[in-house]
Structures are given as structure tokens and as C-alpha cells.
């Protein structure tokens, strides 16, 4: 099958390993991987912002480059959860529909559509705490949500269980927002940093030595949080893990 690989904006700009790593990861279960380069943003923060228009073209530059593809693959669930349920700005052509009913977050084209079942080369001998994106939760149902009355799964959890010598711990409050939010932590600084405060603290407090979560904006809000407050918590995104990166 021929893949588009989407690298988010703020994965190109400052964790541009997690896009290689997500690039290895799908060619190593067979995928035809390709990268357009004239991709850009998915429109995701201006549409987020209230400014919809303004996210039109790059909506249509997004379909330009991606609709031809089978897949749409993105180590981003806020990113991909834009795409497939706020993509409004645009006509809605059938290049636009199969752009967004064929774009995944990587974690969820592995467990349901790839249906991996191993690991082989990946091993972790680490204790890892895992962050579930609220877009990628509540928007992609990547797992169970705690507020809710269901039946607990969790996609991530699926595959990091397939990975020789890690060892899931719990968190407290695994479903609380960790406070970015992308434009939330600009505008509403403080209360962003009093949210990533409490989420570092919780992580710290269940013996995680690494975070995880398949969204780098979420982590990278954390990581900062918890250099400012002086906890050892390191943080990887899970497509490292999964593609076998040692640390």
C-alpha cells in the first residue's frame, strides 16, 4: 500500500527524530512510504483559534499533496483528529473525503489497520507512564476514557505491551489534560503551566523513568514543566519505542 507520511509542523521544527522513526517504523512493516515536500500545516491552530477561513488554503494544499495515497499516516493525534473531523473549510469534493476518512494517527494504523503483532527488534527496560492526547482520545477513541461507563481498551497500551522489558505504570489521573492545548498554552499561559505542573508531578509521583504518548506537543509542554519543577522524568514519543531506539 502506498502511504503519505504527514509530519506536523512542530515535529518537522523541533523533534524532527519522531518523523524518521515514523518513517522506519512503517517501511519496516512493508509500506510504501513516500513524503510530499510541499506539505505544510494541516490548518489545525488557525482552526482551533476560531479562524476558519483563514485555514482554507492550507486545507487545499493539505489535499493536493495527500490525496492520491491509500493511507495518510501522522505521529500526531491532534493533528489527525483535525483533519478527519474539523476539516470544514473546504468543499467537500471526493478528494476531500478520502483524505480524511484515510488519514491515521500512527498508533491506530498500526493496531487497526496494519493489526501488527510484534515487536521483534524493540526492547525498552524501562518503567514508562503513558499520556493519551485529548484529541487523539476523545476525538480518534485511541482508548477507553475514564469518564465514561465502557469497556477498557487501549490501543497504545496494546503495542507497548509488545515490547520486550518495558514495564506500564499508572498514573493517577491518566484522562486529565496535561494543559497545552496548542494556541490554550499562548493564551492562557498560567493556568497552561499549573496543568502541565500537575501532570509532570503525577507522572514523577508513579516511578515512570520515560513518558510516552503519540503526540510530541502534548510531551514537549510536559518535558518543559517538569525541567522547570526538577524531576528526572525523561519523555520519548512512542514511534521510537516502537521502532527499537535505544536511550
Known amino acids: 500500500m502506498r502511504v503519505g507520511l504527514f509530519v506536523p509542523c512542530y515535529v518537522d521544527a523541533f523533534h524532527p527524530e519522531v518523523g524518521q522513526a515514523t518513517l522506519e517504523l512503517l517501511e519496516r512493516f512493508g509500506c510504501e512510504v513516500e513524503y510530499p515536500f510541499d506539505q505544510t500545516c494541516c490548518g489545525q491552530p488557525m482552526t482551533n483559534t476560531g479562524c476558519h477561513k483563514e485555514s482554507k488554503a492550507t486545507e487545499e494544499l493539505f489535499v493536493r499533496n495527500f490525496k492520491d495515497y491509500d493511507y495518510i499516516v501522522a505521529p500526531s493525534g491532534s493533528c489527525v483528529n ?8 473546504v468543499a467537500q469534493t471526493d478528494d476531500v473525503k478520502h483524505v480524511r476518512e484515510h488519514t491515521y494517527e500512527l498508533v491506530e494504523f498500526l493496531h487497526d489497520v496494519l493489526k501488527v503483532d510484534g515487536f521483534p527488534w524493540a526492547e525498552f527496560p524501562h518503567k514508562v507512564a503513558l499520556h493519551n492526547n485529548c ?63 500537575d501532570k509532570a508531578r503525577d507522572q514523577a509521583k508513579s516511578g515512570a523513568e520515560y513518558v510516552t504518548s503519540s503526540d510530541s506537543s502534548c510531551m514537549m509542554h510536559q518535558e518543559g514543566c517538569a525541567k522547570r519543577l526538577g524531576l528526572p522524568t525523561k519523555y520519548i514519543h512512542i514511534s521510537q519505542i516502537l521502532n527499537g531506539e535505544r536511550v
Do not use: W, Y
Open 82 to 89: 483535525h483533519i478527519r473531523n474539523n476539516f470544514d473549510a
Open 135 to 197: 484529541n487523539a482520545l476523545r476525538g480518534l477513541n485511541i482508548a477507553s476514557m475514564t469518564e465514561l461507563r465502557e469497556k477498557t481498551f487501549s490501543k497504545p497500551r496494546d503495542l507497548l505491551g509488545m515490547v520486550k522489558g518495558l514495564e506500564l505504570v499508572d498514573i493517577t489521573r491518566p484522562d486529565e489534560c496535561c494543559g497545552f492545548g496548542g494556541t490554550f498554552s499562548v493564551f492562557e499561559e498560567a493556568t497552561s503551566a499549573r496543568m502541565g505542573q
